[in-house]
Every structure is written in structure tokens, then in C-alpha cells.
């Protein structure tokens, strides 16, 4: 063991409040990977155990045991049966609830005859206490032969203690316990031999391990399974009624000692504030409504909450660009940083309050506990469209990005629900679509209330997302006519206590998000935003020249004030640039949605990513206008008047119909990328692309007709 820098497993059931000690043990000093091969997240932080003694925490996704039913607990799996693995660790955290002790016990006894020293830390002491349950740690500890440590993730309360018990069980390793050596018939027994005999491991539940899932080992060797294949065959190896025998054999342990170390008193716990609060909560009538009006209370937030620091944001960008433009010389480069640098910043700092303040809410819900009541009060509804409980988790998630949504249907076991969540979640309104509608609405919907309450902007952006909701669903349906299913499904999960949530944990997690968002999004918005601004600025041989030399000509018999001439100049030069070339040529596609060739350009970059649309129109009109208009995308549109007809260039019916192609539309590589990697080839990113575009495109034509 190398304890110069050790690698901790965070280990533990979900919903035990991992997260809060992983941030307790790490703070800011942690950064988001992946596990080889998958796309299930691999959180990673930096922890000093003492003085000099530093440590990698992996925290591990939630797992109830080591006999997976999900692709987030096959990443453990992988991991902890094969020693080679470079996330294999030296020492486990193993995070306890102490409040269902029972329920998470199982995991431990499993990981334990692996032989890698664990401490056991029990959260949630501070809810056990207002229960009146009471933990006879010691006994424990002597019982399962670790240490074991009372902690409260949320205040870091017992965290010390836990660091100085992982430095003291690495100096001395404590045996594996002999109390309970969960017995194999002759059969299994069998099998465990020959497999020790014939592979280069030592540990008899690793190839106990092995033999349950061969199949699901991705780093055994093609040999190595069919030797392992054919030692199960001459055995007559029963390999499901073996995983039954060997978790009651484990219970059989647990139940009694858990019986004898906790002390409940139970006339607190039956009236528990988590009980009383279900009633409501999960009701059958009461529960939706509350759901809902959770929805609109986050949609009503985004716009009235971030009104004023976006239009803060709006404004110092506008003044920036003014004070660049009175202090730098005229020449390219000063047009390089005003018009394309700029202007792409701005279409993605303006939008961060409404994205901090959607995943602030989005964090607080799960934190309180209240997600898994969503997953629980929804799974008969889900059905009925083809998916499942868990398949709630992903489309909210989907309100925040497709990406992480997409891929948190790893937690579905049953394919065709999994697949259908895949291939309908984009059409859940993600977070990327907030610049887009943001500028659309408070173009195209009056900045009025409704009964004096209800702002109308957004109540218009909560029609977007329910609009993408009725479609994720009735494309459910259709896809549950299409797809056969592999097997029945059933829905069990631990609904947890709640708690309010932590607020560092909140913190973290919209800080990370909004970093992502401003960092990701942000280089991709600004790249094409330099790019397209070349493309607009420059053209084949003379033609911005000529262009400009033409306009002048033609302004000569036209009745136009300064400003109007500069913009007849400014816009014919557009046209005649490589980036009007170009929306010339695609405009006949969209036009019958009421796109001109500027939108057509927009719509084309924002398949990079949706967000782009809005770095990409204000480049377009920031380059398209004249050279002192220096104002705020919003302000562009509503003044955009074409100098030879004098109609406007952006209308109410054109907002509209962009609303509703953003509503349907597939505009994110990235996402398109991720379910391929999903579902393991081109097939379904496919599909999915073509029905979410003719949806997108045949629905904005509908718009534009109507309005």
C-alpha cells in the first residue's frame, strides 16, 4: 500500500448523504471525470488526512450491492473485482444512514471479504437523535471487527475522527472477520476452487464474484471468461438461486445484530416529521399539485428573480463595449474584440442568473429529499407511457442539460424504459434553451402580470417547457407502441427522511453547473462568434468592397437619414460576406417558417450547441448595423428595419415560430454524442435527430401560419 498517497473509496447505498461528506473531505479541491469505458461520472477530490499526508477520494456512485442492477452499480463492480483497476482503492469510507441501518449493511459485508481496510462512518446522527435512536457504536465495531465513526455530513461533525481512523486502519489493517463466513454448498464451493487454482487471484469472494458476472466484467479477458464459463457449466452452477442464498445468509447476520446495537424509542418515531409530511407530498391528489406549482414557481423565478442582474449584465457589456470603443484605435482588431469577442461573451454571462437560479431550485429539491417523492408519486403515471419512476429523475434533470439527463438512465434496469427515456429527454426545454426563449419571449410577450401575480413573460416560458413536456410524453407513447420489451419492471427505492438541504452541498453544485455552463458553453459561443464574425466581415475577392461601393450609389436617389444610410451600407456588406453567401444559400429551407438568411445562420451554428443562437445573432447584428449601435441583442431585433421596404425584420409571428422549433428541435452535438454513447452505436442518435426535426420544423411552420 502506498501511503504516501492514498486512494480512498467513497463507498455507500444512495441516498446516505455521500455527497456531503465527499464535500466535507474534499471542499473545493475535486473536479468531475469518468469510469473507463462508461459514461457514469467519477467525482474525484483532494483530502489531507494529517500533515503530510495527503489523499484521492473517488466517491463512488450509490450502490445497494454488489450483484448490480444498473450500469451505475456494474462501475462498482468492475472496480472492486479487479485489483488492477486504477480506481481499486487502499482504504473504503463506507457511508452508513444510521437510521436504516439494516437496509445498509448488506454492501459492507460484501466489500469486506475483499480484504481492504474499511472504516465505517454513520451519517445522519442528528436525525437519529430526534428519533430517540440510540447506536451502540462500540458494539458494533467489536461485532464487525472496523472501526466505526458517528458523523454528520451536513454540520462535518465526526469528519476529524474519520480522517484519523482511515490514517489508523492503513498503519494496522484490521483481519476480515470470521463471525460470519456466509457458508457455499459443495457446488459454488467447487467453483471458487477451480477458479483460484486456474486464474492469478488469491481471494476467494473475488472469484466468487467472477463466477456470478462474467459476463458483466468488462476487463476479463476473452480466455478468462470461457474458462470461468466452462468451470460454472461442469458444476451445474445456479447462479441466481446462489445470489439469493448467500444475501439471506447475510441478513441472517445483520438482522439479529442490528436488533442488539440499536435502541429505538418508537413512540417518537411514529409520529415523524417525514411521515407526516408524505401524507401530503405523495397524496394522489394533493401530490401533483404540488409538483406543479413547484414547476411554476421555478419558471416564475427565472424570469422575475434574474430580471434585474441580466439586465445589469445587458447594460455593462453595452458599456464596455462603448468604453473599448472610444479608448482603441479603428481596425480590425478593435471590430475582432467589440463585434465578435464581445458580443459572443455577452450571450452567455447575460444568461447566468436565470441558469444559477434554475439549478439553485433544481439542488434544493433533491437536497431536501423531495426528488425521490417525485420518482415515487409518478412511477404508475410513467407507465403509461412507457417509462418508469426513475425516468421522472432524468426529465427534470433534462430541464437543466440533456447530457447528465441522458445519462442518468443509467439507473433504469428495464432496456425499453431506458430507451425511450433516452430517445424523449431532449425534448424536455434544458437549460442551453433559456437564452434562446429568454430573448424570444421578452421580444414577442408583453411585459404585463396576470391577476396582479403571474408575470405573462413567465407564464409564456412555462408554456414552452409543458409544451415540450406533452411532447416527451406522447412520444413516449409511440415509442412504447414501437419497441418490445426484454422484461416486466417494478419500481424500489428508500424513500429518504427530509432535511433541509445543505447549503455548501447547493453551492457546490450550482457553482459546478454554472462553471460548466459558462466554460463549456462559453468557449464554443465565442469560438464560432470569432468565426462568424470573420465570415461576416470579409467576403471573395472585392465584394464587401463593392458591396459598400454600390450602396452608396443607391443611397444617392434613396430619402434616408445617417443612421438608416450607415445600416443600408452595413447590411448590404453583410450580404455580400462569406456568412451572407452562406444564408443565401440555406434560406430557401427555412423561409417558409418565416427565417430569413440571418436566422438561417443562427440556426445552423446553434447546432453546436442551442445556446450559440443567441452569440450568433448578435454577432450577425452587431456586424450588420452601424458601427455606433452598440446595444443589447433585444433592442437589435426590435429595431431591425429593412432600409429599401422599411418593415420590420423580426416580428412577433417570427418569435414565435423560433420558440416552437427550439421547443422540438435536436440543436446539441453534444447530446446527440452522448446517446450514441449510450446506446453503443448510430441507430437511435439517428432516429432521434430526424423525428425531433421534422417535429421542430413542421411545428414552426404551424406557428408562423397561426400568429
Known sequence: MNTDKLQIALLGNPNVGKSSVFNQLTGLRQKVGNFPGVTVDKKIGATTLQKGQNATVIDFPGTYSLYPTSSDEKVVLNTFANPDSKDYPDVIIYIADVTNLERHLLLLTQVQELNIPIVLGLNMSDIAERKGQITDIQKLSKKLNLPVISINGRTGEGIDLLKKAVLEVTKTPLATIDAYSFQKNDSEKHVIQEILNSENIDNPYQASLWAHHVDDLSFLKTGTKENIN?????????????????????????????????????????????????????????????????????????????????????????????????????????DLLLDGVLAGLGGVLVFVPQITILFFLISLMEESGYMSRAVYLFDRLMMKFGMSGRSIISLISGGACAIPAVMATRAISNWKERMITIMVTPLISCSARIPVYAILVAFAVPNETVLGIFSLQGLAFMGLYLLGIVATLVAGIVFKLILKSDAPSFLAMELPSYKVPHWKNVALTVSEKVNTFVTEAGKVIIVISIILWALATYGPGNSIEDAAAKATVELQDMNLDEVASADYVAAKQLEASYVGILGKAIEPVFRPLGFDWKISIALVTSFAAREVFVGTMATIYSVGSAEDDIAPLRQRLTNAVNPVTGEKEFTTATAYSLMIFYVFAMQCMATLAVVKRETKGWKWPVIQFIYMSALAYFGALIAYNIF
Do not use: C
Not at 417518537?268 to 406549482?293: M, N, Q, R, W, Y
Not at 413547484?294 to 424570469?303: A, C, P
Open 230 to 334: 466452462k468451470i460454472r457449466a461442469n458444476h451445474d452452477y445456479n447462479d441466481m438461486r446462489f445470489q439469493i442464498d448467500e444475501t439471506l445468509l447475510r441478513y441472517n447476520f445483520i438482522s439479529p445484530l442490528v436488533q442488539d446495537i440499536v435502541k429505538e424509542n418508537h413512540q417518537l418515531e411514529s409520529s415523524s416529521a417525514t411521515d407526516k409530511i408524505d401524507k401530503i407530498v405523495t397524496h394522489k391528489f394533493f401530490g401533483p399539485v404540488i409538483f406543479f406549482a413547484l414547476l411554476l414557481l421555478v419558471f416564475q423565478s427565472i424570469f422575475s428573480w434574474a430580471s434585474a442582474p441580466m439586465d445589469w449584465i445587458d447594460g455593462g457589456i453595452a458599456n464596455l463595449g462603448e468604453y473599448f470603443k472610444d479608448i482603441l484605435p479603428e481596425g480590425w482588431a478593435t
